[in-house]
């Protein structure tokens, strides 16, 4: 009798996001097949497994793929894992998974952990569904393309972005979306964590630590018509300047000349009006 094939979610962060489920698994199947066996390590020896592992990642999979299928089919059972999160997820595995199923290898999915979703929770945008992207294209130009395809789109976007990345990824998208609310989520359930919900262009004026892993939750296009017919209000333009007293005057009025697409002469004049009636 055929072995599983067992999909399991690892923490993307914090060792104690692990569901039992997936400690029992990792503990009971022949071997765990990891995208790389020094993270996976640390998971292990922190909840004392001893299940041996093997490498399965996106440069040997294609090769490692047809001997792992013989181990299920002489029924050894068999857990893949990533290097946090959920396997195939942008990561490694599709094609075992795949081969597992053209083989009539029983696969099943031990779910748990996902920036995804972690992200989607903590942003607070409508309830309209979302659209996960997976990873940017590493060259702007390729990457505006890609933003423009998904512009015009109702629903929560979600992408992720590699570091030294952030800021340029961040300036295409306020080229190409115009200044959207977005949640920047970065070493989700870590020690480091940072989650912050702004408009686009204030995310560009305050300092980003440029390490760890980027989750980018970005407002789905809503279409009310024409943008910005009229300037903002002297009592909008308050509320706004009452939330960005971490910003120097300079930004301040650069970052509300972007959101509301007008001159920076006109923003300044807006917000010296707008001093007079915040006490």
Same mark, same amino acid.
């Given at each position: 009798?055929p072995g599983?094939?067992?999909v399991?979610?690892?923490?993307?962060g914090?060792?104690?996001?692990?569901?039992l489920?997936a400690?029992?698994?990792?503990?009971?199947v022949?071997?765990?097949?990891?995208?790389?066996?020094?993270?996976?390590?640390r998971?292990?020896q922190?909840?004392?497994?001893?299940t041996r592992?093997?490498?399965?990642h996106?440069?040997?999979?294609?090769?490692?793929?047809?001997?792992?299928?013989?181990?299920?089919?002489?029924?050894?059972?068999?857990?893949l894992?990533?290097?946090?999160?959920?396997?195939?997820?942008?990561?490694?595995?599709?094609m075992?998974?795949?081969?597992a199923?053209?083989?009539?290898i029983?696969?099943?999915?031990?779910? #748990? %952990?996902?920036? $995804?979703?972690a992200?989607?929770? =903590?942003?607070?945008?409508? +309830? !309209? /569904?979302?659209?996960?992207l997976?990873f940017?294209?590493?060259r702007?130009?390729?990457?505006k393309?890609?933003?423009?395809?998904?512009?015009?789109?109702?629903?929560?976007l979600?992408?992720?972005?590699?570091?030294?990345?952030?800021?340029?990824?961040?300036?295409?998208m306020?080229?190409?979306?115009g200044?959207?609310?977005?949640?920047l989520?970065?070493?989700?359930?870590?020690?480091?964590?940072?989650?912050?919900?702004?408009?686009?262009s204030?995310?560009?004026?305050?300092?980003?630590?440029?390490?760890?892993?980027?989750?980018?939750?970005?407002?789905?296009?809503?279409?009310? #018509? %024409?943008?910005? $017919?009229a300037?903002?209000?002297v =009592?909008?333009?308050?509320? +706004? !300047? /009452?939330?960005?007293?971490?910003?120097?005057?300079r930004e301040?009025?650069?970052a509300?000349?972007?959101?509301?697409?007008?001159s920076?002469?006109?923003?300044?004049?807006?917000?010296e009006?707008?001093?007079?009636?915040?006490?």
């Amino acid at each position: 009798m055929p072995g599983i094939l067992y999909v399991v979610a690892t923490p993307i962060g914090n060792l104690e996001d692990v569901t039992l489920r997936a400690l029992r698994i990792l503990r009971a199947v022949s071997v765990i097949a990891a995208e790389d066996t020094r993270r996976t390590a640390r998971l292990l020896q922190h909840y004392s497994i001893s299940t041996r592992t093997t490498s399965l990642h996106e440069h040997n999979e294609r090769a490692r793929t047809p001997a792992l299928i013989e181990r299920l089919q002489a029924g050894e059972s068999i857990a893949l894992v990533s290097d946090a999160g959920t396997p195939i997820v942008s990561d490694p595995g599709s094609m075992l998974v795949a081969a597992a199923h053209a083989s009539g290898i029983r696969v099943e999915p031990i779910p #748990g %952990p996902s920036a $995804v979703v972690a992200a989607i929770s =903590a942003a607070g945008f409508p +309830e !309209i /569904g979302f659209v996960f992207l997976g990873f940017a294209p590493s060259r702007s130009k390729d990457r505006k393309l890609w933003l423009t395809e998904v512009a015009k789109e109702p629903r929560t976007l979600v992408l992720y972005e590699a570091p030294h990345r952030i800021r340029q990824c961040l300036s295409d998208m306020l080229e190409v979306f115009g200044d959207r609310p977005t949640l920047l989520a970065r070493e989700l359930t870590k020690i480091h964590e940072e989650l912050v919900v702004r408009p686009i262009s204030r995310l560009l004026l305050e300092p980003v630590a440029e390490r760890g892993e980027f989750t980018l939750v970005v407002q789905g296009c809503v279409e009310a #018509g %024409p943008k910005h $017919v009229a300037p903002p209000s002297v =009592a909008t333009i308050a509320l +706004e !300047i /009452g939330g960005m007293t971490n910003l120097r005057p300079r930004e301040m009025v650069k970052a509300l000349a972007m959101r509301y697409r007008i001159s920076s002469r006109e923003a300044y004049g807006l917000i010296e009006e707008a001093k007079k009636h915040v006490k």
